[in-house]
């Protein structure tokens, strides 16, 4: 509706023109956006004086900003880059540093002439880098503003901002306009010094705000810098035990715990600092010298006192993820698992998931008791398959493809094992890795293949193949119930399988 309203707008506006907008000057364009301004203005006038003589009081608490929505989208920033033709630039990245994930970025295309523009959707304001060649540039992004840049050359002094925003981002190119972390040695080490030194570093930051910026640009800035100089004390008490307990040394939780910072580098490296310090002094980290199970005992203890000392979410589950990262790193071996569980169960910000399951597969890959790496796909019918949901049962899974022959010598073997293991807890599961789908799915026409059949996405190359180190098919694997590998090479049903599976108490049924 409210797009309707526009269009009519619009069209009334330019009824009389014979132009298509595409062939229209700027300045025609510029006259008709003026025209547009115009009548929203009227319109919010108008409707203001109908709303002071409405006795209902149906539409006094409601805004005239469906149409200017239409216009200026509330949840984008757009940035637009004018570069001298002489550099030859042809494109800008737009980055921001997130933990434990894949950064976000984006690129600003520019043309022949040198101009470029993007619209960046952003859920609240924040700090972004712009990157030109070698140079790398902060800049300060929100919602419903548009930035300009002219870059005359790639040095910072050659780089100006326009438009929205423009003084806050000038200032933020100050390298100066950021506090250190800690403190120099040459400081006098009385606490009272050490307290000034830090207070005089912040205020020389946040004198420079000016009253004109953006309010939560300032805000911003001045936590930033509060989280600096939080950063500079703890720093600084790290080799000083009998300062633990004195206030002035003490993090406030509000600080610690507000995870609208979160999206600041300095925050959370001040979270992670923090905690690392109270777990330093609260666990004995000469455990990790010791026999396996204390060194587990350790960073099962450790992740913990995350939730002891952190009540936002966001922040927990960052803090937990580094904890089983750090745990992985350390150990590299299955003794992590039930801990590895736990964090799945726990946490629930899948891009965390994707970070731990690649170190858990790098560092302590397919050996025998390892957790099985995930295995997605859909099942002939079209449902969604996912290894994760059999937990409890054990699985054995037939590698195959509709063009691999020896695959096929199996399949009546396969088909009679599914029959003798019915009562067992063991699911079997066939894994096609064909390339056409199509092809997969038209040879149940031709061929018999029981029990339940999967097809994964990428064929030879996908992660199923790559997770597992396939070099050929058929493969079969076991894996237990607790989704862990037993056999990542296990017997074929034409070989010795049942034997094999009497290890783990699984028997055929009786003739």
């Given at each position: 509706?409210?797009?309707?309203?526009?269009?009519?707008?619009?069209?009334?506006?330019?009824?009389?023109?014979?132009?298509?907008?595409?062939?229209?000057?700027?300045?025609?364009?510029?006259?008709?956006?003026?025209?547009?301004?115009?009548?929203?203005?009227?319109?919010?006038?108008?409707?203001?004086?109908?709303?002071a003589l409405d006795t209902t009081g149906k539409y006094s608490s409601l805004?005239?900003?469906?149409?200017?929505?239409?216009?200026?989208?509330?949840?984008?920033?757009?940035?637009?880059?004018?570069?001298?033709?002489?550099?030859?630039?042809?494109?800008?990245?737009?980055?921001?540093?997130?933990?434990?994930?894949?950064?976000?970025?984006?690129?600003?295309?520019?043309?022949?002439?040198?101009?470029?523009?993007?619209?960046?959707?952003?859920?609240?304001?924040?700090?972004?880098?712009?990157?030109?060649?070698?140079?790398?540039?902060?800049?300060?992004?929100?919602?419903?503003?548009?930035?300009?840049?002219?870059?005359?050359?790639?040095?910072?002094?050659?780089?100006?901002?326009?438009?929205?925003?423009?003084?806050?981002?000038?200032?933020?190119?100050?390298?100066?306009?950021?506090?250190?972390?800690?403190?120099?040695?040459?400081?006098?080490?009385?606490?009272?010094?050490?307290?000034?030194?830090?207070?005089?570093?912040?205020?020389?930051?946040?004198?420079?705000?000016?009253?004109?910026?953006?309010?939560?640009?300032?805000?911003?800035?001045?936590?930033?810098?509060?989280?600096?100089?939080?950063?500079?004390?703890?720093?600084?008490?790290?080799?000083?035990?009998?300062?633990?307990?004195?206030?002035?040394?003490?993090?406030?939780?509000?600080?610690?715990?507000?995870?609208?910072?979160?999206?600041?580098?300095?925050?959370?490296?001040?979270?992670?600092?923090?905690?690392?310090?109270?777990?330093?002094?609260?666990?004995?980290?000469?455990?990790?010298?010791?026999?396996?199970?204390?060194?587990?005992?350790?960073?099962?203890?450790?992740?913990?006192?995350?939730?002891?000392?952190?009540?936002?979410?966001?922040?927990?589950?960052?803090?937990?993820?580094?904890?089983?990262?750090?745990?992985?790193?350390?150990?590299?071996?299955?003794?992590?698992?039930?801990?590895?569980?736990?964090?799945?169960?726990?946490?629930?910000?899948?891009?965390?998931?994707?970070?731990?399951?690649?170190?858990?597969?790098?560092?302590?890959?397919?050996?025998?008791?390892?957790?099985?790496?995930?295995?997605?796909?859909?099942?002939?019918?079209?449902?969604?398959?996912?290894?994760?949901?059999?937990?409890?049962?054990?699985?054995?899974?037939?590698?195959?493809?509709?063009?691999?022959?020896?695959?096929?010598?199996?399949?009546?073997?396969?088909?009679?094992?599914?029959?003798?293991?019915?009562?067992?807890?063991?699911?079997?599961?066939?894994?096609?890795?064909?390339?056409?789908?199509?092809?997969?799915?038209?040879?149940?026409?031709?061929?018999?293949?029981?029990?339940?059949?999967?097809?994964?996405?990428?064929?030879?190359?996908?992660?199923?193949?790559?997770?597992?180190?396939?070099?050929?098919?058929?493969?079969?694997?076991?894996?237990?119930?607790?989704?862990?590998?037993?056999?990542?090479?296990?017997?074929?049903?034409?070989?010795?399988?049942?034997?094999?599976?009497?290890?783990?108490?699984?028997?055929?049924?009786?003739?």
């Amino acid at each position: 509706m409210r797009i309707a309203i526009v269009i009519c707008v619009i069209v009334s506006i330019i009824a009389c023109k014979d132009k298509p907008l595409q062939d229209m000057t700027i300045d025609e364009l510029n006259s008709h956006i003026v025209q547009v301004e115009q009548l929203l203005d009227s319109l919010q006038n108008i409707r203001s004086q109908k709303v002071a003589l409405d006795t209902t009081g149906k539409y006094s608490s409601l805004a005239f900003t469906q149409l200017e929505e239409v216009f200026n989208s509330p949840d984008i920033a757009t940035i637009k880059v004018k570069a001298d033709t002489s550099l030859h630039l042809t494109k800008i990245k737009l980055t921001k540093g997130k933990p434990y994930q894949t950064d976000y970025s984006a690129r600003i295309e520019l043309n022949s002439e040198g101009t470029g523009l993007l619209d960046v959707e952003i859920d609240k304001e924040s700090f972004y880098e712009l990157t030109l060649g070698k140079q790398t540039l902060p800049v300060y992004l929100k919602a419903g503003k548009t930035i300009g840049i002219i870059v005359d050359s790639l040095h910072k002094d050659g780089i100006a901002f326009i438009g929205d925003l423009n003084k806050e981002n000038q200032w933020l190119q100050n390298d100066d306009n950021l506090s250190p972390p800690v403190i120099p040695d040459s400081i006098l080490q009385h606490k009272a010094d050490v307290k000034n030194y830090s207070a005089t570093l912040t205020a020389a930051i946040t004198s420079t705000l000016e009253e004109s910026f953006d309010a939560e640009f300032n805000e911003l800035i001045r936590y930033r810098e509060n989280c600096q100089a939080s950063r500079r004390l703890l720093n600084y008490n790290a080799d000083s035990d009998s300062l633990s307990s004195d206030p002035v040394f003490v993090v406030d939780d509000f600080l610690l715990n507000n995870s609208h910072l979160f999206d600041l580098y300095e925050h959370r490296k001040l979270v992670f600092e923090n905690f690392e310090k109270k777990a330093n002094a609260k666990l004995d980290k000469k455990e990790l010298a010791l026999e396996e199970g204390r060194a587990v005992d350790y960073f099962k203890d450790k992740y913990e006192l995350v939730d002891e000392l952190y009540t936002s979410p966001e922040i927990t589950e960052f803090l937990k993820t580094d904890v089983i990262f750090e745990a992985i790193s350390t150990l590299r071996n299955i003794s992590l698992n039930p801990l590895v569980r736990h964090f799945e169960n726990d946490v629930d910000y899948q891009p965390y998931h994707k970070t731990i399951n690649a170190k858990y597969k790098s560092a302590i890959a397919l050996q025998k008791g390892a957790m099985a790496p995930s295995i997605n796909g859909l099942t002939f019918s079209g449902d969604k398959f996912a290894l994760k949901d059999y937990r409890g049962q054990y699985v054995y899974i037939f590698t195959w493809a509709t063009w691999c022959g020896p695959c096929k010598v199996e399949l009546p073997f396969y088909e009679r094992m599914i029959e003798d293991y019915k009562d067992e807890n063991i699911m079997f599961v066939g894994i096609s890795v064909d390339k056409d789908k199509k092809k997969w799915t038209e040879s149940f026409f031709y061929d018999n293949y029981p029990g339940l059949q999967v097809i994964v996405p990428g064929d030879w190359k996908s992660p199923f193949v790559r997770d597992y180190k396939m070099t050929s098919i058929p493969q079969f694997i076991l894996i237990n119930p607790e989704g862990e590998i037993e056999e990542l090479n296990a017997e074929r049903p034409t070989k010795y399988v049942k034997a094999q599976l009497s290890q783990y108490g699984i028997y055929p049924r009786a003739l």
